[in-house]
Protein backbone atom coordinates (compact mmCIF):
# COMPACT_ATOMS: atom_id res chain seq x y z
CA UNK A 1 0.00 0.00 0.00
CA UNK A 2 1.51 3.50 -1.43
CA UNK A 3 1.71 6.02 1.55
CA UNK A 4 2.53 8.93 -0.29
CA UNK A 5 1.51 8.95 -4.12
CA UNK A 6 3.62 11.05 -6.28
CA UNK A 7 3.08 12.51 -9.94
CA UNK A 8 4.25 12.83 -12.25
CA UNK A 9 6.66 9.99 -12.99
CA UNK A 10 8.80 12.02 -15.31
CA UNK A 11 9.04 15.89 -16.54
CA UNK A 12 11.30 17.23 -19.37
CA UNK A 13 11.21 21.46 -19.28
CA UNK A 14 13.15 23.57 -20.93
CA UNK A 15 16.18 25.44 -18.64
CA UNK A 16 14.00 28.63 -17.07
CA UNK A 17 10.43 26.80 -16.84
CA UNK A 18 8.78 25.74 -13.78
CA UNK A 19 8.34 22.27 -12.81
CA UNK A 20 5.48 21.34 -10.62
CA UNK A 21 5.59 18.15 -8.33
CA UNK A 22 2.27 17.18 -6.87
CA UNK A 23 2.11 14.28 -3.89
CA UNK A 24 -0.56 13.17 -2.03
CA UNK A 25 -0.94 11.45 1.30
CA UNK A 26 -4.00 10.11 3.77
CA UNK A 27 -2.28 9.48 7.11
CA UNK A 28 -2.95 12.73 9.47
CA UNK A 29 -0.51 11.26 11.78
CA UNK A 30 2.43 12.41 9.26
CA UNK A 31 3.87 15.28 10.75
CA UNK A 32 6.99 16.46 8.16
CA UNK A 33 7.51 16.58 4.65
CA UNK A 34 10.09 16.40 3.15
CA UNK A 35 11.50 16.64 -0.58
CA UNK A 36 14.66 14.32 -1.38
CA UNK A 37 16.78 15.26 -4.73
CA UNK A 38 18.89 11.91 -6.11
CA UNK A 39 21.58 12.44 -9.09
CA UNK A 40 22.17 9.18 -10.81
CA UNK A 41 24.81 7.14 -8.77
CA UNK A 42 24.14 8.83 -5.36
CA UNK A 43 22.31 8.55 -2.27
CA UNK A 44 19.14 10.63 -1.66
CA UNK A 45 19.58 14.84 -0.19
CA UNK A 46 17.34 16.36 1.46
CA UNK A 47 16.28 19.32 -0.51
CA UNK A 48 13.70 21.37 1.38
CA UNK A 49 11.07 20.27 3.99
CA UNK A 50 7.18 21.89 5.67
CA UNK A 51 5.68 20.85 8.90
CA UNK A 52 1.42 21.15 8.11
CA UNK A 53 1.39 23.99 9.86
CA UNK A 54 2.29 26.17 7.39
CA UNK A 55 0.93 26.60 3.79
CA UNK A 56 4.22 27.40 1.83
CA UNK A 57 8.03 27.33 2.29
CA UNK A 58 10.50 28.88 -0.38
CA UNK A 59 14.83 28.26 -0.41
CA UNK A 60 16.18 29.51 -3.23
CA UNK A 61 14.60 28.51 -6.11
CA UNK A 62 12.75 25.49 -4.40
CA UNK A 63 9.15 26.00 -2.74
CA UNK A 64 7.10 23.93 -1.22
CA UNK A 65 3.18 24.45 -1.13
CA UNK A 66 1.06 22.82 1.58
CA UNK A 67 -2.93 21.46 1.51
CA UNK A 68 -3.86 20.41 5.06
CA UNK A 69 -7.03 19.69 4.43
CA UNK A 70 -6.74 18.15 0.69
CA UNK A 71 -3.78 16.38 2.01
CA UNK A 72 -1.41 17.26 -0.69
CA UNK A 73 1.71 19.09 -1.24
CA UNK A 74 3.63 19.99 -4.47
CA UNK A 75 7.49 21.14 -5.22
CA UNK A 76 7.96 24.08 -7.51
CA UNK A 77 11.55 24.60 -9.46
CA UNK A 78 11.74 27.87 -10.81
CA UNK A 79 13.83 29.08 -13.12
CA UNK A 80 14.90 25.46 -14.00
CA UNK A 81 18.54 24.68 -14.72
CA UNK A 82 19.58 21.48 -16.10
CA UNK A 83 21.92 21.06 -12.90
CA UNK A 84 18.88 20.39 -11.31
CA UNK A 85 18.43 17.41 -13.52
CA UNK A 86 17.38 14.83 -10.98
CA UNK A 87 15.16 12.30 -9.34
CA UNK A 88 12.60 14.28 -6.91
CA UNK A 89 11.10 12.14 -3.98
CA UNK A 90 8.51 13.65 -1.56
CA UNK A 91 8.18 11.86 1.75
CA UNK A 92 5.75 12.00 4.62
CA UNK A 93 7.29 10.95 7.90
CA UNK A 94 5.79 9.67 11.09
CA UNK A 95 7.58 10.10 14.46
CA UNK A 96 8.21 7.02 16.26
CA UNK A 97 10.26 6.63 19.72
CA UNK A 98 13.47 6.65 18.49
CA UNK A 99 13.23 7.08 15.10
CA UNK A 100 11.69 8.75 12.15
CA UNK A 101 9.39 6.66 9.83
CA UNK A 102 10.12 8.13 6.31
CA UNK A 103 7.58 7.15 3.57
CA UNK A 104 8.88 7.89 0.33
CA UNK A 105 6.77 8.58 -3.13
CA UNK A 106 7.72 6.67 -6.16
CA UNK A 107 10.27 9.55 -7.44
CA UNK A 108 9.72 11.97 -10.68
CA UNK A 109 12.96 12.01 -12.85
CA UNK A 110 13.04 15.74 -14.34
CA UNK A 111 15.14 16.44 -17.15
CA UNK A 112 15.99 19.89 -17.73
CA UNK A 113 17.05 20.86 -21.37
CA UNK A 114 19.68 23.58 -22.02
CA UNK B 1 34.92 13.77 5.62
CA UNK B 2 32.15 11.01 4.64
CA UNK B 3 29.20 11.49 6.91
CA UNK B 4 27.88 8.17 6.31
CA UNK B 5 29.53 5.64 4.10
CA UNK B 6 28.87 2.02 3.40
CA UNK B 7 31.10 -0.44 1.62
CA UNK B 8 31.11 -2.13 -0.57
CA UNK B 9 29.92 0.48 -3.29
CA UNK B 10 29.38 -2.66 -5.61
CA UNK B 11 28.52 -6.47 -4.70
CA UNK B 12 28.26 -9.18 -7.62
CA UNK B 13 27.33 -12.48 -6.30
CA UNK B 14 25.52 -15.52 -7.17
CA UNK B 15 22.20 -17.20 -5.61
CA UNK B 16 22.22 -18.75 -2.63
CA UNK B 17 25.41 -16.43 -1.23
CA UNK B 18 25.70 -15.25 1.90
CA UNK B 19 26.89 -11.27 1.74
CA UNK B 20 27.26 -8.59 4.39
CA UNK B 21 27.62 -4.80 3.77
CA UNK B 22 28.28 -2.11 6.28
CA UNK B 23 27.29 1.28 7.12
CA UNK B 24 28.97 3.84 9.38
CA UNK B 25 28.14 7.03 10.12
CA UNK B 26 30.00 10.02 11.79
CA UNK B 27 27.60 12.50 12.63
CA UNK B 28 26.49 11.59 15.91
CA UNK B 29 23.29 10.21 15.25
CA UNK B 30 21.25 8.08 17.41
CA UNK B 31 19.02 6.61 14.63
CA UNK B 32 20.21 4.07 11.53
CA UNK B 33 17.90 2.64 9.36
CA UNK B 34 18.53 0.47 6.14
CA UNK B 35 16.66 0.99 2.93
CA UNK B 36 16.05 -1.05 -0.47
CA UNK B 37 15.62 0.95 -3.79
CA UNK B 38 14.67 -1.09 -6.51
CA UNK B 39 14.93 -0.90 -10.33
CA UNK B 40 12.20 1.75 -10.49
CA UNK B 41 13.41 3.58 -7.87
CA UNK B 42 11.01 2.81 -5.43
CA UNK B 43 12.85 3.33 -2.16
CA UNK B 44 11.44 1.64 1.25
CA UNK B 45 12.78 1.63 4.43
CA UNK B 46 13.63 -1.96 5.75
CA UNK B 47 14.88 -1.53 9.25
CA UNK B 48 15.72 1.03 11.90
CA UNK B 49 17.97 0.68 14.82
CA UNK B 50 18.44 3.41 18.03
CA UNK B 51 21.39 2.97 19.86
CA UNK B 52 21.84 -0.55 18.99
CA UNK B 53 18.21 -1.33 20.00
CA UNK B 54 15.76 -2.68 16.62
CA UNK B 55 12.82 0.09 16.30
CA UNK B 56 11.44 -0.59 12.34
CA UNK B 57 11.30 -3.96 11.35
CA UNK B 58 9.33 -4.10 7.72
CA UNK B 59 8.39 -6.78 6.35
CA UNK B 60 11.01 -8.11 5.06
CA UNK B 61 12.62 -11.87 4.23
CA UNK B 62 14.10 -13.40 7.51
CA UNK B 63 16.84 -13.95 5.12
CA UNK B 64 17.80 -10.20 6.23
CA UNK B 65 19.25 -9.78 9.30
CA UNK B 66 20.52 -6.20 10.17
CA UNK B 67 23.16 -5.83 13.31
CA UNK B 68 24.23 -2.78 15.27
CA UNK B 69 27.53 -3.42 17.21
CA UNK B 70 27.00 0.16 17.92
CA UNK B 71 25.20 2.97 17.40
CA UNK B 72 27.80 4.38 14.54
CA UNK B 73 27.79 1.34 12.67
CA UNK B 74 24.62 -0.95 11.58
CA UNK B 75 25.59 -3.86 9.44
CA UNK B 76 23.42 -5.69 7.11
CA UNK B 77 23.84 -9.46 6.47
CA UNK B 78 21.65 -11.16 3.62
CA UNK B 79 21.66 -15.75 3.76
CA UNK B 80 21.05 -17.05 0.79
CA UNK B 81 20.75 -14.86 -1.94
CA UNK B 82 17.86 -14.50 -4.34
CA UNK B 83 17.84 -12.51 -7.82
CA UNK B 84 15.02 -10.66 -6.68
CA UNK B 85 17.43 -8.92 -4.21
CA UNK B 86 19.40 -7.40 -6.77
CA UNK B 87 18.60 -3.53 -5.75
CA UNK B 88 20.35 -0.49 -4.31
CA UNK B 89 20.81 -0.70 -0.51
CA UNK B 90 21.24 2.57 1.16
CA UNK B 91 22.35 3.12 4.70
CA UNK B 92 20.78 6.21 6.16
CA UNK B 93 20.97 8.08 10.04
CA UNK B 94 19.31 10.94 11.91
CA UNK B 95 19.15 11.68 15.05
CA UNK B 96 16.03 10.17 15.55
CA UNK B 97 13.52 12.91 17.19
CA UNK B 98 10.83 15.01 16.83
CA UNK B 99 12.33 18.13 14.84
CA UNK B 100 15.27 16.56 13.41
CA UNK B 101 13.68 14.36 11.45
CA UNK B 102 16.39 14.79 8.59
CA UNK B 103 17.81 11.78 7.14
CA UNK B 104 21.47 11.76 5.67
CA UNK B 105 21.86 8.66 2.99
CA UNK B 106 24.90 6.92 2.15
CA UNK B 107 26.05 6.51 -1.51
CA UNK B 108 24.48 3.01 -1.84
CA UNK B 109 25.80 -0.79 -2.35
CA UNK B 110 24.70 -2.01 -5.63
CA UNK B 111 23.79 -5.48 -5.49
CA UNK B 112 23.75 -7.85 -8.06
CA UNK B 113 22.43 -11.59 -7.78
CA UNK B 114 23.57 -13.29 -10.69
Known amino acids: QQQVKQSPQSLIVQKGGIPIINCAYE??????FPWYQQFPGKGPALLIA?????SEKKEGRFTISFNKSAKQFSLHIMDSQPGDSATYFC?????????????FGTGTRLTVIP | DTAVSQTPKYLVTQMGNDKSIKCEQNLGHDTMYWYKQDSKKFLKIMFS???????INETVPNRFSPKSPDKAHLNLHINSLELGDSAVYFCASSQGSPGEETQYFGPGTRLLVL
Open chain 1, 27 to 32: NTAFDY
Open chain 2, 49 to 55: YNNKELI
Open chain 1, 91 to 103: AANRDLTGANNLF
Open chain 1, 50 to 54: IRPDV
